[in-house]
Every structure is written in structure tokens, then in C-alpha cells.
């Protein structure tokens, strides 16, 4: 969400002549677009604009002037504390606010007095009426897999999570709006589209000619007529919002490439209950087998948090079932970090960090089994993989799978941007490698089930 919101944020820009540089030294204006999902992120803005602030004393003594501005969820939250202990920053702005990025520039440049002193600064974290997609800019860039924001906010208060009081609540974008930016998108070279949304499944967008919604899997179906758009994914969903709908629409649109991250968080129904996930591990599973039923070559990923309060070791060895009866093509894995104003927060039981490490390289160990064990059983197999960067040696091509897999390859230069199909000869714990082929059948690896429940590829 923070890169599509970035891509944004310079398309707006763009229209008052700023154009993006890598060099920071070079740069009017720098913004700093933040997380405040885990603490270490929140923790990273305020050393990174240590050294943004090197630059900007730097410029000054050349009588340069460069603008500061904070962005994202950091500055939802912690827009006062910012400014108190980095009070050279010009602005501080959430991320439904961007899209006034011209006149709190205006505003700042005007606060600055470049003679004297450092005037006081912009700060703009509130909720505004209208949605900011309304004001935003048509892009002129796109890559080759393109993001493409469709929803945004989240009514679910999980009790470990930030974003309901630094996204807002749930909203939906119209289908004619999406279906018009991903057309524009496809236009500018797209072959993938990724739908974004701090809870994309809950999407409910008006229909086209206002008759009603669309769920996220009637939008799917509607993108997928879009030619020349080869594959569409969606980031990040809730188990609850998986309807009948969605499910069949991995069965039927072939876009829609069979990979899946579906948050869990933990495998004990005692933790999820305090974690107000409002759904249990056998629902959590029951809708994995549906997928499955309707999709079997699917392949899935998940987030898991440790140590969060009252997590007792049953519990986690709980999650440790969980992972090992499902089985995971990748996860992401963190240690529980206090998010200030979450209702865990103030909880009690709070599970020591020594404890908390322990457990996440346990449960890390067996994600890397697990994610390694799924990347072998793609070799000797024929993946169409969309080549969208360069590698580091001469000729050779980097992609993805349609499992996510990063997949190198040597080609010729016309094969940048397209889809090719790869023989895959090698497999290593983050990525797959292989050669270019001929061949049209492709042949994936279906996930099969022990008769210990223990899922294996």
C-alpha cells in the first residue's frame, strides 16, 4: 500500500514540477512515506531523518532550502511527537491526505524563512469527507506488475493492530473508478495488476451504473475481460471475508494466479479470541479446504505473531499445528510489539522478549522447512514467469512465478516485460532458477495430504 501511495504522492507532485531523484543531497523536497504496523518500523523514521536532516543543514549553508515532510501511518499517529522531537520537519500529513500535497507544500515553503529561521510546521492528519482518489492525478508511469489501491481502512479492531485509528474505516472505491484506473494502467505497459487493501477482500465497491456492490470476486471477473491484462492478484486478506464468490472466483478465472496470503496470526482459538480475530483455526481451515476444493494447485501464505499476551506454550505449539497442517509456500513471522493506543496494549501477560525470540526462530525454522520444501517441488516443472527487472549478470532476467517465487532466468533483451515459460533446474530457500522453453503446458505442484494431516508437496 505504502509504494502504491508513494507512486501517488510523486504523480501529484509531478503536476508543480518535482521530479524524483535517488540522490537525497539533490533533493527540494523529501518525504518520508511510513509504516506503524511493528515498532521497529515506527523506530526507523526518526533515524532516517537524522540523516535527512544532515542534508537539509547541508543545502542550507548553500543557501538551498530542503522541505522535510513525514508521511503514512507514523504521521496519523504520532504527528505531534514528531514535530516535537524533530522540529526541523516542514510537514507531517497521514496517508487519506496526500492528494492536498500542493497547498500544504504552498503552506510550508511559506512558513520557511529563508533569511532567518525555520518556521513552524504543516500538520494535516485529519480524516477528510472526500475521498482523496476524487483529487488524485491520472499516473503516467506504470511497471509491469502494477499496484492498483482498491480499498482502504479496516472495521475488524483487531487488538493488536494499528490501522482502524491510522487508515480509518472501511472504504470502497466505485468498479467503474477501478476498472478505469487498471485499463489506464494496462495502457501504460501493466501485465499485472495487484489489488491493495488494508482488508482487500471486504471490498464493496458501487456497481457499475450505481445498481448496488461488487464483492472483490464480481471486481475480479470484471478486470479479467480488461485485454491485455495477463494476471491479477490481491493483498492482504481476512479468513472472514473469504465468500463463495471469491472462492469461485480462483476456480474460474484463469488471471487470477492460484496464490494466496491469508493472515492467521495464531494457531490457539484462546489467543485468537483475545486477538479479536472473530473467527477460529477450524473455520480458518474449513475455508483452506474450500480454496483447495476450487483451486487445487493453490499455494498459500499467511502472518504469524508470536508472543502476544497470555500466549502460554500450548498455545503456540498450537500455531506450530496449525503451520504443520496446512503447510505454507511462504510466511511472515514477528514477534508481538506493543502498538500504543491498541486495546493489547494494556493487556496483562505480557510474554517476555527472551520468550518471544525463542519461539519466533522455532516457528521461523519451520516456515523456512516448509517454503524451502515447496520451492523444490517446482523443479522439473514448467512455470510462466513475468520477467519485470534485470539480475546482476550480464543477460539474465529476474521475475515471478505465479506462486510469487522470485525466478531468474537468461533471455534475450525483448523478453523484458513479458511472460515466458521457464523450466525450472534449480530450487534455493527465496527463489527458483531456470531456462527459457517452449513449451505451453504448464505443470505445477499440487499440494497432497498425509494420512497424519500433515500437509507436503
Not at 501529484?12 to 506503524?36: K, M, R, Y
Not at 457499475?208 to 475480479?220: A, C, N, S, T
Request: hydrophobic share 35%.
Amino acid at each position: 500500500m505504502n509504494v502504491y501511495d508513494s507512486g501517488r504522492m510523486i504523480d501529484v507532485l509531478a503536476s508543480l514540477g518535482f521530479s524524483v531523484t535517488e540522490d537525497p543531497a539533490q533533493a527540494d523536497l523529501a518525504i518520508l512515506n511510513t509504516c506503524h504496523i511493528r515498532e521497529k518500523a515506527e523506530q526507523k523514521v526518526f533515524s532516517d531523518l537524522g540523516r535527512l536532516r544532515e542534508h537539509k543543514e547541508n543545502r542550507k549553508s548553500n543557501q538551498q532550502e530542503m522541505i522535510i515532510a513525514v508521511a503514512g501511518c507514523v504521521a496519523q499517529g504520532e504527528g505531534a511527537e514528531i514535530m516535537r522531537q524533530a522540529p526541523y520537519v516542514n510537514m507531517v500529513f497521514g496517508p487519506q491526505t496526500y492528494h492536498r500535497l500542493p497547498e500544504m507544500l504552498a503552506q510550508a515553503l511559506r512558513s520557511v524563512d529563508s533569511h532567518k529561521k525555520q518556521g513552524r510546521g504543516v500538520i494535516d492528519i485529519e480524516f477528510p469527507l472526500e475521498p482523496k482518489f476524487d483529487s488524485l492525478p491520472e499516473t503516467q508511469r506504470s511497471q509491469v506488475s502494477a499496484f492498483l489501491s482498491v480499498q482502504e481502512g479496516c472495521d475488524k479492531f483487531c487488538t493488536f493492530c494499528v490501522v482502524p485509528y491510522t487508515r480509518g474505516a472501511e472504504f470502497s472505491r466505485p468498479v467503474v473508478d477501478v476498472i478505469k484506473e487498471a485499463r489506464h494502467l494496462v495502457n501504460l505497459g501493466a501485465k499485472e495488476i495487484t489489488l491493495l487493501g488494508q482488508n482487500v477482500n471486504a471490498y464493496h465497491g458501487a456497481a457499475i451504473h450505481g445498481q448496488g456492490e461488487w464483492g472483490l470476486g464480481r471486481l475480479i471477473r470484471e478486470l479479467a475481460e480488461i485485454e491485455g491484462l495477463k494476471r491479477l492478484r490481491y493483498t492482504t486478506s481476512h479468513p472472514l471475508d473469504m465468500d463463495q464468490e471469491l472462492i469461485e472466483a480462483h476456480r474460474d478465472v484463469p488471471q487470477l494466479m492460484p496464490f494466496l496470503h491469508l493472515p492467521v496470526q495464531s494457531g490457539s482459538d484462546r489467543i485468537l479470541e483475545a486477538m479479536n480475530r472473530k473467527h477460529t483455526t477450524k473455520y480458518y481451515k474449513e475455508v483452506i479446504d474450500q480454496l483447495r476444493q476450487a483451486c487445487p494447485q493453490i499455494a498459500l501464505s499467511s502472518d504469524f505473531i508470536v508472543g502476544f499476551p497470555g500466549e502460554a506454550d500450548a498455545d503456540f505449539q498450537e500455531t506450530l499445528t496449525l503451520i504443520e497442517c496446512v503447510g505454507y509456500a511462504q510466511a511472515y513471522s514477528f514477534k508481538y510489539s506493543i502498538r500504543p493506543g491498541t486495546p493489547g496494549a494494556l493487556m496483562d501477560n505480557q510474554v517476555d522478549e527472551t520468550v518471544k525470540a525463542s519461539r519466533l526462530q522455532v516457528l521461523q525454522d519451520l516456515i523456512n522447512r516448509q517454503q524451502l520444501a515447496f520451492n523444490e517441488s517446482i523443479v522439473g516443472t514448467v512455470q510462466s514467469v513475468l520477467l519485470d527487472r534485470r539480475g546482476k549478470r550480464e543477460g539474465q532476467f529476474m521475475g515471478r512465478s505465479p506462486y510469487m517465487q522470485s525466478v531468474t532466468v537468461f533471455a534475450e533483451e525483448p523478453s523484458l516485460g513479458e511472460i515466458v515459460n521457464v523450466f525450472i533446474e534449480e530450487a534455493h530457500p527465496n527463489s527458483l532458477a531456470g531456462h527459457l522453453c517452449n513449451s505451453d503446458v504448464m505443470i505445477t505442484a499440487i499440494p497432497s495430504v498425509e494420512s497424519k494431516g500433515q500437509r507436503v508437496y
